[in-house]
């Protein structure tokens, strides 16, 4: 019988507890399962009902608004870092076929984050709305990440504060997902997915549903298998980055979002993942502690910088 893969549901309050057993509890599993698979459910996170649902209903007033509309506040010289990316622009690495979604991209938000170089928000004037609820949708991610991130240096044997410098004022992106409805399913291009299986770049994702089914992971075996929070859960996976810093021992795995049943085609899904990228100058060079005569380096060193560079290269957003 195929070894049975287990994704850890944790709850975020343990970690934030005085209990040290439920905080150490908390670490180890959350470290297990990302070493196994890659990804976790975070329970109790703070992300509340309303605010959810504010900005979905933010999110899906922009999509509704007629494309020529929204193809204003698409910039392609800043490679969909910021603002609106259009029906089938993006391909996932190593695919020739574009995914069936459009996005909209808000990034780093903090007051002097024009010294780092990043594009300024785009906001869309015919949803007033927008900005307030997705700057408070950001900046919750990004707390909530910042914790998550403590409690991996902890399971790494690293201070717990080791990632507080490398994601402050970071490249983050908070991305409102759409992936549209289809009435007849004989349009969709042969071998397009709502999203084509392929690994995050960035350090962690953590991401909110307004509805979670077809997202699958893959596992060191091959084997794709469901990845089914309750609506009231986030998902947080490994990116690239992370995998990269520890030479592999946290799992940077393959997921991908399937087509459903060609009713469900005809109804729209939206999600909202958010990517915790560090600075561009963070060094991921694998961390000498998990390099062994067991375990040889697998990944050259670099930036997270140029990494990011060279992927959006590759996602042919750039």
Request: with cysteine; glycine share 6%; proline share 5%.
């Amino acid at each position: 019988m195929p070894h049975q893969v287990t994704i850890a549901t944790v709850d975020y309050l343990d970690f934030l507890s005085n209990d040290p057993t439920k905080r150490q509890n908390f670490i180890d599993a959350l470290g297990n399962s990302f070493c196994q698979i890659g990804f976790a459910i975070v329970s109790n996170h703070g992300l509340t009902e309303s605010l959810k649902n504010q900005l979905f209903q933010a999110t899906e007033t922009f999509f509704n608004l007629p494309e020529k509309v929204k193809s204003h506040y698409e910039i392609p010289e800043i490679a969909g870092q910021r603002g609106y990316v259009g029906r089938y622009k993006e391909t996932a690495k190593g695919h020739k076929i574009a995914d069936m979604k459009e996005f909209y991209h808000i990034g780093q938000v903090a007051d002097d984050s024009q010294q780092h170089h990043y594009p300024a928000n785009i906001w869309p004037k015919e949803v007033p709305e927008f900005q307030n609820i997705g700057i408070k949708m950001y900046q919750r991610f990004e707390a909530i990440g910042a914790d998550l991130l403590r409690a991996i240096a902890l399971y790494l044997n690293l201070d717990e504060t080791y990632f507080n410098d490398k994601i402050k004022h970071g490249n983050s992106i908070l991305r409102l997902l759409h992936y549209f409805a289809v009435e007849d399913t004989n349009e969709i291009p042969t071998g397009s997915l709502r999203a084509a299986a392929h690994e995050d770049i960035n350090l962690i994702t953590l991401l909110m549903g307004a509805s979670a089914e077809g997202l699958q992971a893959k596992t060191k075996l091959g084997a794709w298998i469901d990845v089914n929070p309750k609506p009231d859960q986030i998902v947080v996976n490994i990116g690239d980055m992370l995998q990269w810093l520890t030479n592999g021992k946290l799992v940077s795995t393959s997921h991908r979002v399937v087509n459903p049943s060609h009713e469900l085609m005809k109804k729209p899904r939206y999600s909202t993942p958010f990517f915790l990228h560090p600075v561009a100058s963070m060094d991921l060079s694998p961390l000498p502690q998990t390099i062994s005569s067991d375990h040889p380096k697998q990944f050259e060193n670099t930036t997270a910088g140029a990494y990011l560079d060279q992927r959006l290269r590759e996602l042919g957003l750039k």
